[in-house]
């Protein structure tokens, strides 16, 4: 095990729909990810994420592990989460997309974070420097947004329903790390 050893970052950011990006509701982009000596994310230009989606799920991993067996989304990097569902029934939203992403297990273990891949690198990071590198992700992540301004609410309810969900949870669990 490579003990702390972790980083992600953005390195490139953008709306899918340039023509209209008050409409565009998620943010894509390039992302950089190291654990241990493996670089799991940022191997090929061509590789574009949801990086909203990725915001949220590694805001989820700081009150809880994300394995195989209990996931906070399908991919930690997902590639796509156009699809939001809310319910009242749900304790949170739920990001759907296509079945490709990269992934890796976060377990919380004595105030630290074992991070492994899927190839099996393990690497054990401080849980304080942990949530540092999310929170410079997530708020990176949230300053694009507000950059861009206000964006257009979709007009079919549901959607509508599940971007605001999106959003009230990412705001909920951010201001727990204030």
């Not at 654990?35 to 009150?63: C, M, N």
């Not at 304790?91 to 273990?109: A, K, L, Q, T």
């Not at 401080?126 to 992700?137: H, I, P, Q, R």
């Amino acid at each position: 095990m490579n003990p702390n050893k972790f980083s992600i970052e953005i390195t490139e950011m953008h709306w899918l729909f340039k023509e209209d990006i008050q409409a565009d509701l998620c943010a894509h982009g390039k992302i950089k990810v190291e654990i241990g000596d493996e670089k799991i994310a940022g191997i090929k230009d061509d590789e574009d994420w949801t990086i909203s989606a990725t915001a949220l799920f590694l805001l989820r991993t700081l009150e809880r592990n994300h394995t195989k067996e209990n996931q906070v989304g399908e991919h930690l990097i997902p590639c796509c989460g156009h699809f939001l569902v809310f319910s009242e029934n749900m304790d949170e939203v739920y990001v759907g997309g296509c079945p490709s992403g990269i992934d890796w297990e976060v377990i919380h273990e004595n105030g630290n974070i074992k991070l492994k891949t899927e190839s099996g690198t393990e690497t054990l990071v401080d849980f304080d420097f942990y949530k540092s590198e999310v929170l410079k992700f997530v708020d990176k992540v949230e300053e694009f947004y507000i950059e861009s301004g206000e964006k257009t609410m979709p007009e079919d309810e549901f959607d509508r329903n599940g971007y605001l969900a999106f959003w009230n949870e990412w705001k909920m669990r951010r201001s727990k790390w204030n």
